[in-house]
């Protein structure tokens, strides 16, 4: 395969050429027939090229001569497009701009889009609409809007919809607006309302119901994924609701939804059948309710309980129930412990595991993860070990062996005076293990900090190893230092120039590990 990084020209180098092509055909002594430029690349490679190229850059790409101009507003570089500056989307200064794109570059063919409040509107609806058979995505953003716009004329919505994403706003009521699209919601597969949980403040005590849960699923019958992330006013009532009609739920990711307990789980698992992913990060779940649940009668075999505060007996009598694990998130879980541990690995629980995320569990011994590595790290893609002070530079040159599938690790302590380590930690051996032993690793971090860390000037001799025999390495983390300045530099320089990121920006997560990943993505 072509990799984009070997076409992805810049701007400047792109004008460059095409001011070069248009001199030379006016060069009496240029040899034509010799000569290789980007303009004697066929229609379907330059194309290639340009779809890596931000649809913000493509109307400069248009500006070098009519061939490229009709490659850049190719329909098939403007299937997915969005409208939200702030995540690095496009900029249009009306509506009126909007409707002529949509009927000039790409009504037929445009599948997915994002629009922010203020381009939400009946006419643009409309056009959408009826101009936009092929639209199956969209994204509408509310989350900054203090007033809406009347959708008393709003009188037709895309209806072949698979997939809708709301970012809802605290104050703002959007019935007015649902009221109007209700009716063509019912091809929906995939839903996500994102919530403010991330723009709350803990002082903050009025919480409104932006969003009428209880209409939304009476005419959604059809859904396979819910994500309700991070909104403050769902509780159980409200998934007593979703569960009444969706009977076709397949996953269902309550992320950082503070008011549900788990009381609503047990009429879901009795009628949501084809159930198999519940994501519950920080959510306040409850002993009582969680042993209430028929676990052994569901399908769900990929769990995401981190960062909730169920107690080592719920722990114990919950995942001893669940048929088998897949997926299996327990960071922060204090009270998860090598006794239960032990019992799911007897129990054969892990039988077809794939992920697991164990870190900061302080339940857990360095001994018992060893065993588990052992036996079962053979078939991990996806291990989170961070935030353990215990498992240093010998820990992990003995278990590295094991991972020989592993896709995505995570390793190491960040740096706190409650986790800090008293002894270095020598990365060039543990780095020399992962190019030995993971050939297919994609995501690497690593977060122990600068002053753990010890290396010298022969390490760029292991970082050269991992580099080459990692091909597919796409991320490597690590925390900001000298070190990170060596890796980085030394990935630079083989043209890889995006795989280092510092663990300042960038956190690695096993979450793409779950099988409806694709459609739980949002922003």
């Known amino acids: 395969m072509i990799y984009a990084m070997e076409f992805h020209s810049t701007i400047y ?53 009519k061939k490229w ?114 009716s063509c919601l019912s091809s929906l597969q995939v839903l996500h309302l994102i919530g403010t949980f991330e723009q709350t403040s803990e002082g903050e005590e009025d919480v409104y119901e932006v969003v009428n849960i209880g209409k939304i699923k009476a005419h959604t019958p059809n859904l396979r994924v819910v994500n309700l992330y991070g909104i403050t006013f769902i509780d159980d009532s409200h998934i007593e609701l979703l569960t009444s009609n969706c009977i076709h739920l397949e996953c269902l990711a309550l992320n950082f939804c503070l008011r549900v307990k788990g009381a609503s789980f047990k009429n879901l698992i009795m009628r949501c059948k084809k159930l198999k992913t ?5 959510t306040g779940v409850e002993d009582v309710y969680m042993k209430s649940v028929a676990w052994e009668t569901s399908q769900v075999h990929e769990v995401d309980l981190t960062s909730t505060e169920l107690s080592a007996e719920c722990l114990e009598h919950v995942l001893l129930r669940i048929p088998f694990f897949t997926y299996l998130a327990l960071g922060h879980c204090e009270f998860f412990t090598d006794k239960i541990l032990g019992e799911m690995v007897a129990a054969g629980k892990f039988r077809q595991l794939k992920a697991i995320d164990l870190s900061s569990t302080s339940g857990l011994s360095e001994n018992a993860i060893y065993q588990f590595l052992q036996t079962h790290g053979s078939g991990l893609h996806g291990l989170v070990l961070s935030g353990k002070p215990k498992l240093t530079e010998s820990f992990w040159l003995n278990v590295i062996a094991f991972l020989k599938n592993i896709r995505i690790c995570v390793l190491g302590t960040a740096n706190g005076w409650f986790l800090k380590l008293t002894t270095k ?11 030995q032993n993971c050939p297919y690793m994609s995501r690497l971090e690593i977060q122990w900090d600068p002053d753990t860390i010890r290396f010298s000037d022969k390490s760029s001799k292991f970082i050269d190893h991992i580099r080459l025999r990692c091909p597919f390495l796409k991320s490597f983390t690590l925390s900001d230092g000298e070190y990170y300045e060596m890796v980085k530099s030394n990935f630079e320089r083989a043209d890889r120039v995006k795989v280092i990121r510092t663990t300042t920006f960038y956190q690695t997560s096993i979450i793409s590990l779950v099988s409806c990943f694709n459609d739980l993505l949002f922003n």
Not at 14 to 31: H, K, L, M, T
């Open 278 to 282: 519940l994501l519950l990060q920080h």
């Open 69 to 182: 101009r009709l490659l850049a507003y190719n329909q098939q570089l403007w299937q997915v497009v969005s409208f939200r500056p702030e995540y690095n989307g496009l900029h249009v200064n009306s509506f009126e701009n909007l409707i002529a794109l949509i009927n000039v570059r790409f009504a037929p063919s445009l599948r997915y889009i994002e629009l922010p409040c203020e381009l939400v509107t009946p006419p643009i609806l409309h056009e959408l609409s009826n101009k936009c058979p092929a639209l199956r995505y969209m994204t509408l953003d509310f989350s900054n809007a203090m007033q809406l716009h009347d959708f008393n004329d709003l009188n037709s919505f895309p209806c072949n919809l698979k997939s809708l994403c709301i970012c809802l706003s605290e104050v703002i009521f959007l019935e007015g607006f649902m009221r109007r699209i209700y």
């Open 13 to 65: 180098e792109v004008a460059q050429d095409a001011s070069q092509i248009a001199s030379a055909r006016f060069d009496p002594y240029y040899n034509h027939e010799n000569s290789c430029t980007v303009d004697s690349l066929p229609d379907k490679c330059l194309l290639y090229v340009f779809s890596y190229i931000h649809q913000r850059d493509l109307g400069k790409i248009a500006r070098t001569c």
């Open 425 to 435: 930690v020598h990365i060039d051996q543990v780095i020399e293990a992962f190019a």
